[in-house]
């Protein structure tokens, strides 16, 4: 247990919809960083915080946005879904930039 | 921002001793070298992380030569439940993070 926590584990929605995926770091940790994982696909980075402030964006779609919240949980909303945004979705905290981050056991969403 | 190349996969007997090597010509002063393991459908896990020489932990060992331009993780006596996605990763600070698309590791009985 990486003291990393996410929810929901599992969603299926339709497409068009529009999710919202929850990520609570381990305590003391001020960085979040939000990944996509794809059927046997590599890490993909996809936007990172620290300490509620935006620092690092990666290849994330418009459709896609994230934020800190002063409590430090972060959340992931995904919007007008398409099928090709099914992926693992995972969410990892460190306690500063550049540390050893720690994951979070992902969010499975499928899209259909 | 400092990309990474590893090898796309290795396989190993149990008991053998495994290294990854991991280049990474572009890294930069400040930015640390860090490892990490993924089974299937679970988050990574952190491995070793080093900036310069060698860095040994319980399960591991990380060379990283005066250059620092790449990087050997290794694995001493493997077993079967070491068979995974070994990922390399160079950042330090404030930058965008890039996961290369990882070693898959095989260890045959």
């Known amino acids: 247990d990486s003291g990393v926590t996410q929810t929901p584990k599992h969603l299926i929605t339709a497409t068009g919809q529009r999710v919202t995926l929850r990520c609570s770091p381990r305590?003391?940790?001020?960085?979040v960083y939000w990944y996509q994982q794809s059927l046997d696909q590599g890490l993909q980075f996809l936007i990172q915080y620290y300490n509620g402030e935006e620092r690092a964006k990666g290849n994330i779609l418009e459709r896609f946005s994230a934020q800190q919240f002063p409590d430090l949980h972060s959340e992931l909303n995904l919007s007008s879904l398409e099928l090709g945004d099914s992926a693992l979705y995972f969410c990892?905290?460190?306690?500063?930039?550049?540390?050893?981050?720690?994951f979070g056991p992902g969010t499975r969403l499928t899209v259909t | 921002l400092a990309k990474t190349t590893q090898p796309i996969s290795m396989d190993s007997y149990e008991g053998q001793e495994v290294n990854i090597t991991c280049s990474h010509n572009n890294i930069a002063t400040n930015d640390y070298i860090t490892w990490y393991q993924q089974f299937p459908s679970q988050g990574p896990r952190f491995i070793i992380q080093?900036?310069?020489t060698k860095v040994t932990n319980e399960v591991a060992s990380l060379f990283i030569p005066a250059d620092r331009k790449s990087s050997t993780l290794s694995l001493p006596r493997v077993s079967l439940s070491d068979t995974a996605v070994y990922y390399c990763l160079v950042s330090g600070g404030y930058q965008k993070v890039t996961f290369g698309t990882g070693t898959k590791l095989q260890v045959i009985p």
């Open positions: 990892a905290s460190s306690v500063e930039e550049g540390d050893e981050q720690y």
């Open positions: 305590s003391g940790d001020l960085s």
């Open positions: 080093g900036y310069k």
